[in-house]
């Protein structure tokens, strides 16, 4: 099958509809195999999944550098790259926290330590870092990243947002208006947050993890119509919610990146059942979900073997029958002004 792909009127790029999300190739809780992991990025890349978003902050380094190693051997003119600023790497010197990043959730990572800074010159050290972990000479989309309360908490995130506004964000506007960079906007997971950064800033893209999901569609109150009404193309990551969405409602099963309370179970238990009536998957339907908006251009999974890409691509070519989004509607699963996918 052909990826189908977005084409951004603010920008000219063109988005695939299935990106590739590099937090799990920074060996996020388990350690991957090298060789796999550049192989998981060559088979997107090959199946046409070309938006690839990655971040200093993934494996302190790792995820960028393996992606890289994948472009040397693909080409990077058959991808757009997206990576992230607000952080900044030193080297670790015996130092085995994470700093500023505030979780430690990286195993056998590269020996450096991020700490947050959304100046100017931080921003334009973040994306130096970044072009030269990834061995090009240019990325086409730079994303200002977890300036929300979930990273910060909500006694910081408005002096945070003051120093992004202040700092990064004309860092990224001046590489833009040279064309350094094609498109420049946020990474975060609060979509209250995504909706302040769109009404303060001329942002071309937003990629909100987590806050638009069969489990959650609160970013349908505020942000998904301004992102819509200004032409902003979200890329929609976290769309299994940390896990649960993808292993259904299984012992262990992860939510918001902590064991799923037992209404959250319930809950997707209610959701795989109606899923199951119309024979889909749980993880098809929630990865094709979001796509339903007008102004999401991408849903980004991770992915970390080339059986975990294809599983992904298949499912992107699987019919879900609209009867499905009808009897999620009708039991009270899915909110009733939810765009469904055609």
């Known amino acids: 099958m052909a990826i189908d792909l977005f084409r951004h009127p603010r920008t000219g790029l063109s988005l695939s509809r299935l990106g590739f999300g590099g937090a799990p190739l920074g060996n996020l809780n388990r350690r991957l195999d090298d060789a796999e992991a550049v192989a998981a990025v060559t088979a997107a890349i090959d199946a046409g999944a070309s938006l690839l978003d990655t971040s200093p902050l993934y494996g302190q380094g790792?995820?960028?550098?393996?992606?890289?190693?994948?472009?040397?051997?693909?080409?990077?003119?058959?991808?757009?790259l997206s990576t992230k600023v607000g952080r900044i790497l030193e080297p670790a010197r015996g130092d085995a926290g994470l700093g500023g990043s505030g979780r430690a959730r990286?195993?056998?990572a590269l020996p450096f330590v991020p700490r947050f800074d959304y100046s100017y010159d931080g921003a334009m050290r973040s994306l130096e870092q970044s072009l030269l972990l990834?061995?090009?000479?240019?990325?086409?989309i730079v994303l200002i990243h977890d300036v929300d309360g979930w990273t910060h908490g909500a006694e910081a995130v408005d002096a945070r947002f003051a120093e992004a506004m202040d700092g990064a964000y004309p860092a990224l506007e001046r590489l833009r208006s040279e064309g350094v960079i094609r498109a420049i906007g946020v990474g975060l997971n609060e979509a209250a947050m995504a909706a302040r950064f769109a009404r303060a800033g001329d942002i071309d893209a937003v990629l909100l993890a987590g806050r638009y999901s069969l489990l959650e569609q609160g970013a349908l109150d505020d942000f998904l119509p301004l992102a819509d009404d200004k032409g902003i193309a979200v890329l929609m990551g976290g769309v299994f919610n940390s896990g649960v969405l993808a292993t259904g409602p299984v012992e262990g099963a992860l939510y918001n990146y902590r064991p799923a309370p037992p209404d959250i179970l319930e809950r997707v238990g209610r959701i795989e059942a109606v899923c199951r009536r119309h024979g889909t998957p749980l993880a098809v339907a929630a990865a094709r979900f979001p796509l339903g908006h007008p102004a999401v251009a991408s849903v980004v999974l991770g992915m970390v073997t080339p059986a975990e890409v294809a599983r992904n691509v298949a499912a992107f070519d699987t019919a879900v029958p609209a009867a499905l989004w009808s009897e999620l509607v009708a039991e009270g699963l899915l909110r009733p002004d939810a765009p469904i996918p055609g």
């Open 106 to 108: 990286y195993v056998d």
């Open 134 to 140: 990834l061995g090009t000479d240019r990325v086409d």
């Open 62 to 80: 790792l995820s960028a550098a393996r992606i890289g190693t994948a472009l040397r051997r693909t080409g990077r003119d058959r991808v757009v």
